[in-house]
């Protein structure tokens, strides 16, 4: 399965941005889709996943109430919401794909995009 991630940009504090990971190569509804991201220095954090079906999802504390993640099985797509921007959000962000079940470790994702940078000004 391969990944392209898009959608980062430079925002300022409080506002929105819309990432969308488009995935080709494989059955993409065999797949739970998470979002991660990472600064340089640190180790790269989960933020959301989605289910196969997408009937169920699960979020950072640090994004809950902030960011949605959702998915679309007839367009291979799976998109992160993310409102209320706030500095600390800045960072790659990486769409990933995971046959194997829902979790929020970087260890069980299979297929990874090439990352979109969001940075957020104060």
């Known amino acids: 399965v391969q990944l392209q991630a898009s959608g980062g940009g430079l925002v300022q504090a409080g506002d929105s941005l819309r990432l969308s990971c488009a995935a080709s190569?494989?059955?993409?509804?065999?797949?739970?889709m998470g979002w991660f991201r990472q600064v340089p220095g640190k180790e790269r954090e989960f933020v959301a996943f989605?289910?196969?079906?997408?009937?169920?999802?699960r979020y950072a504390d640090f994004v809950k109430g902030r960011f949605t993640i959702s998915r679309d099985n007839a367009k291979n797509t799976v998109i992160l919401q993310m409102n209320s921007l706030k500095p600390e959000d800045t960072a790659a962000y990486y769409c990933?794909?995971?046959?194997?079940?829902?979790?929020?470790?970087?260890?069980?994702?299979?297929?990874w995009g090439q990352g979109t940078q969001v940075t957020v000004s104060s």
């Open positions: 990933a794909a995971n046959s194997r079940g829902p979790s929020i470790r970087v260890l069980d994702y299979e297929y």
């Open positions: 190569g494989g059955t993409f509804s065999n797949y739970h």
């Open positions: 989605v289910i196969r079906s997408g009937y169920n999802t």
